[in-house]
């Protein structure tokens, strides 16, 4: 049995105070979702533009967002987000609104025979498409990842340019930014019914009503369901659980900066946080969109799995949570304007690259919703769905 948190303990998110206090009720833009892509977005616009974030829980932050890993890895997810992760990176490393965002982590990606034909063509497809990533030799790996097991590693490839992003600060950061430039926050403001008559008439559970010119979907697990509101039925979207929880080792404490690893065989992933290790079972279940639970079995066969594979001999779990994950069809964000739908512009789908990719299709968001042509989101368009 391990204590199971919804919400990962020191985790991202912010609880707001003030949460009902008056705002202005027409905007420029509406977000719906005050997650890391709701924020980033918000944060972006409100440069030049009237926004209002509507978060339907107390805090920004509160779900996906602060139940992150916080891993930057270029060598993760499909080639085609890559170049939304470079775009803002610029920003992670000095962001306008305070110290830098991120500090170094090597991964290191492993996998033992039985994995082994199918992570070595993997490896090479990735390390063929990014200079960020190599193919190591087995006997680099006791100086890259001591806490790995020798028969556990065939073969291994590792990204030295991989960093954790201090995904508190980023969200702190854009809700700072955010007011700085005169934008608004509403929490405990459920998107329930929306028109459109010329701009968009939106409400709240609660009653409270707002007007908008363009409304952003940044709903996360929910997309599906806010865009249902909006009455854009066209993406399917897939929604997984993803549990991961925090251990101690007394075998192996953890080493400030030491590497993550990761099993290419989608076992689980592992990395020193604190005085423990943060590690997942990179559990995929198809859920559909609520407040999860951490998959307790899947938790327990990722401990036998790590001790397995390496020599923490981690005992119990110190606490555990879950988030959901987002998925399109093709496994890339929809990024861009509904065209079921007007002035109704997607940013969703962000699976489990969300927080690196964010800052960089925050950005190409914003300029989509200005009008400035933004071909970076070419590959990311809704209408690749109808
Ligand atoms: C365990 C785990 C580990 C992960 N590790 C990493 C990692 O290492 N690196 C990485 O880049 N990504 C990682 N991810 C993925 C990343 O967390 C997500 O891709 C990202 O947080 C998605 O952000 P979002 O803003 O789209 O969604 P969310 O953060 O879920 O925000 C959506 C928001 O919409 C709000 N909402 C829903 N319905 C409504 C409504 N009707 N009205 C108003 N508001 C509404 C919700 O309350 C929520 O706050 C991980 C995810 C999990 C679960």
Redesign the pocket.
């Known amino acids: 049995m391990v204590r199971g948190h919804r919400t990962r303990p020191g985790g991202a998110g912010l609880r707001l105070l003030a949460a009902t206090a008056a705002v202005t009720d027409r905007v420029d833009v509406a977000v719906?979702?005050?997650?890391?892509?709701?924020m980033a977005v918000a944060y972006e616009l409100a440069a030049d533009r009237k926004v209002l974030v509507?978060?339907?829980?107390s805090g920004v932050?509160?779900?996906?967002?602060g139940?992150?890993?916080?891993?930057?890895a270029l060598g993760y997810g499909p080639p085609r987000i890559r170049p939304a992760t470079r775009l803002g990176l610029p920003l992670l490393k000095e962001p306008p609104f305070g110290a830098p965002l991120v500090t170094p982590r090597p991964v290191l990606w492993f996998a033992d025979r039985a994995h082994a034909v199918d992570a070595w063509t993997r490896f090479q497809e990735v390390c063929a498409s990014t200079s960020d990533t190599r193919i190591v030799d087995r006997t680099e790996v006791p100086e890259i990842a001591p806490l790995l097991r020798a028969e556990a590693v065939a073969v291994a490839m590792l990204d030295e340019s991989a960093m954790d992003i201090d995904v508190h600060g980023l969200i702190s950061g854009y809700l700072k930014g955010l007011r700085t430039r005169g934008g608004q926050v509403q929490t405990g403001?459920?998107?329930v019914s929306a028109e459109h008559h010329g701009d968009w008439r939106l409400a709240a559970a609660d009653g409270r009503t707002v007007r908008a010119d363009v409304v952003v979907n940044?709903?996360?697990?929910?997309a599906a369901?806010?865009a249902a509101t909006l009455g854009d039925g066209s993406v399917p979207l897939r929604i997984q659980r993803?549990?991961?929880f925090l251990a101690r080792s007394h075998a192996c404490p953890p080493v400030p900066g030491g590497a993550m690893v990761a099993s290419a065989s989608g076992a689980f992933y592992v990395k020193p946080e604190g005085t423990g290790y943060l590690c997942?079972p990179i559990d995929r279940t198809v859920v559909p969109a609520h407040d999860p639970k951490p998959d307790e079995l899947a938790i327990a066969r990722a401990i036998e799995d790590i001790n397995a594979a390496t020599e923490l001999d981690l005992r119990s779990v110190t606490t555990a949570w879950?988030?959901?994950?987002?998925f399109s069809p093709d496994g890339l964000p929809v990024v861009g304007f509904s065209l079921a739908v007007p002035a109704m512009f997607w940013l969703?789908g962000?699976?489990?690259?969300?927080?690196?990719?964010?800052p960089g299709f925050g950005m190409l968001a914003a300029a989509s919703i200005r009008g400035e042509t933004s071909g970076g989101l070419s590959p990311f368009e809704p209408g690749r769905f109808n």
């Open positions: 719906v979702g005050g997650g890391i892509a709701g509507l978060e339907a829980d932050g509160l779900h996906a967002t139940r992150s890993a916080g891993t930057l403001w459920r998107l940044a709903g996360g697990g929910w369901e806010i993803r549990s991961a997942s879950a988030g959901l994950q987002c969703a962000l699976a489990g690259f969300g927080i690196q990719t964010a």
